[in-house]
């Protein structure tokens, strides 16, 4: 029997193992706990490290350590630690270690509401650490999904050298779906470039033809220095503008130059669609039922679902918005990823629909809006 | 009154008190449409912070097809475990739902075409712990509505289990299902 019931969270732990996740450092957290709950369990099976730490910056600092020394690494955390690891993140942009963070997103802001779902963290996944940096951030909408995404996170951090976030929500999360464990040895395993250069001509962040340096890990013989401050190829501190300027423009043109690879997103729309509805994660479950009850209703309307959220999914947003009049985003905030559908939508009319009490918009909210011409 | 449901979509609410297993019962109805019965499904719940006590509520979505919107949207089944939880939600099923009440434990009703059955006494009669009480109300509930087959959802109650529980829960399933007897004659 392979067909099991499973939870967003367990998939989540599952697909890290069949990524090749063999590190999992975390502080539990209401709604995340299951991750480490289901990792805490099986990574010693294959080999993998568990450990639950003091709290969620360390946390993060250890996945990151843990990297460098050559392991996958991921943590999962919800709001309260998210804010915590923000630092983290920045460090793991600067630094360029392949790291994924989970976060399973509750009601906030603050302590908020634990076991309510909420969507309310998508900004700060693009800009919660400071600085400009560029960022992948994945949104699961389903259980099978989460085990899919999680695996591609982790290829996306190993290919790009980037800390890659998986943004799951409360009801992805705690939410189980039939699911069909797929063959691990059949899944696409994307490891970090290693170099092939003897350790005295490596250079950790040089010299590389491509924008994403190879990665020699601590441990194989290969010394360098590793700091958050801006570096030169050597890896130490560094204050010369030639050194700073082409880091920070490489950095964010290793993602910009693989937009095709990494924005990923389902599409069911055609340009006679004058209504379009753009959603992601829990509230693109909404959106689906809403459009179909829409077409049911004879009403002629597109859907396209986001899976990379950042970076944001321009092109194809811009492409829809030359020929559909209303754009219609459910969120589960206020309007955060509305922003940026806002930004690239041209003439035609973004429609927000809303909820951040810790309940999911209902189809009938987005139906309402897809009506409500 | 019998109730069998028959649309491709199917919206069973299992609702009471944090401790009652609401949660637990709705993952075993799951599994049963889901491993033993080959269906889709969509299992999804509400809890507060507490270990016991608090409203708890928790929801399974059946279909043939795809299952988009994972969550009760208007209940074809409600099972209320509490006065609470009946007050809450029975504004909520669909019309020509299907009410289940715990007879014992709520009072007023708001329906004259509710099941009553003293759910958490006939677990107490029978197994002798009040504990099995949400297995006694999958029983009603799969007794009535055929929402899941017998044989499927014993099997998943059994698989849940733990061991040297077996048969203590394969009574309590049988009291569920001989009350839903009891009902349809």
């Not at chain 1, 991921?74 to 709001?79: D, E, F, H, P």
């Not at chain 1, 399973?104 to 963290?121: K, N």
């Amino acid at each position: 029997m392979t067909v099991k019931l499973m939870q967003g969270n367990d998939a989540v732990g599952w697909g890290a193992l069949a990524a090749g996740c063999r590190f999992y450092a975390g502080y539990p957290i209401t709604p995340s706990t299951e991750v480490a709950e289901m990792l805490s369990r099986e990574l010693p099976k294959v080999g993998g490290k568990f450990i639950q730490m003091e709290d969620e910056i360390a946390s993060l600092a250890a996945c990151i350590g843990a990297s460098v020394g050559g392991l996958k690494s991921m943590t999962a955390t919800s709001g309260p630690g998210f804010s915590l690891m923000q630092e983290h993140i920045g460090y793991a942009a600067m630094t360029e270690v392949p790291c994924v963070v989970v976060n399973v997103q509750r009601l906030g802001p603050s302590t908020g509401q634990p076991t309510s779902a909420s969507q309310g963290d998508v900004m700060q996944a693009r800009w919660g650490t400071h600085g400009d940096h560029p960022i992948i951030a994945l949104c699961p909408t389903s259980v099978s999904q989460s085990f899919d995404l999680t695996v591609k996170a982790f290829n996306f951090s190993e290919k790009y050298r980037t800390p890659v976030i998986l943004l799951l929500d409360e009801v992805i999360g705690h939410m189980r779906e039939k699911f069909d464990m797929p063959d691990f040895d059949a899944i696409e395993r994307v490891d970090r470039i290693a170099t092939d250069v003897p350790p005295e001509w490596y250079k950790p962040y040089g010299d590389s033809l491509s924008d994403v340096p190879p990665m020699a890990n601590f441990g194989d013989g290969y010394r360098y220095h590793i700091t958050g401050l801006f570096h030169d190829p050597h890896g130490y501190p560094t204050q010369r503008l030639d050194e700073i300027d082409p880091w920070i423009k490489r950095v964010h043109r290793k993602i910009e130059r693989n937009l095709h690879d990494i924005v990923l997103y389902e599409e069911d729309w055609d340009p006679t669609n004058k209504t379009v509805v753009v959603s992601y994660g829990a509230s693109a479950r909404s959106a689906r039922h809403a459009v179909k009850l829409a077409r049911q209703h004879r009403l002629k309307v597109g859907e396209i679902t986001l899976l990379t959220i950042w970076p944001f999914a321009e092109e194809v947003i811009a492409r829809m918005a030359r020929t559909a009049r209303r754009i219609i985003v459910p969120e589960m905030n206020l309007g955060q990823l509305a922003l940026e559908v806002e930004r690239v939508a041209g003439r035609s009319k973004v429609v927000r629909v809303n909820r951040a009490n810790g309940e999911m918009v209902t189809p009938q909210e987005i139906l309402d809006a897809i009506e409500g011409s | 009154m019998t109730k069998t449901i028959q649309n491709d979509r199917t919206e069973i609410r299992l609702a009471g008190e944090g401790g009652q297993g609401m949660i637990l019962a709705a993952i075993i109805l799951a599994e049963a449409a889901a491993i033993y019965d080959g269906k889709n499904v969509t299992q999804t719940q509400v809890y507060g912070p507490e270990a016991r006590g608090g409203a708890s509520k928790a929801e399974v979505v059946i279909s043939n097809g795809q299952i988009d919107h994972p969550e009760v949207i208007n209940a074809d089944v409600l099972v209320a475990m509490s006065q609470e939880a009946c007050d809450k939600y029975a504004g909520n099923l669909k019309k020509g739902g299907l009410l289940i009440v715990d007879e014992e434990k709520v009072g007023r009703i708001p329906s004259n075409k509710a099941v009553k059955i003293p759910i958490t006494q006939l677990a107490e009669a029978r197994t002798g712990r009040t504990i099995t009480a949400n297995v006694v109300a999958l029983g009603v509930l799969v007794g009535l509505t055929d929402v899941v087959s017998r044989m499927s959802i014993e099997k998943a109650v059994l698989a849940r289990a733990p061991k040297g529980t077996e048969d203590m829960n394969r009574t309590a399933l049988l009291a569920g299902f001989e009350a839903a007897d009891m009902v349809k004659r």
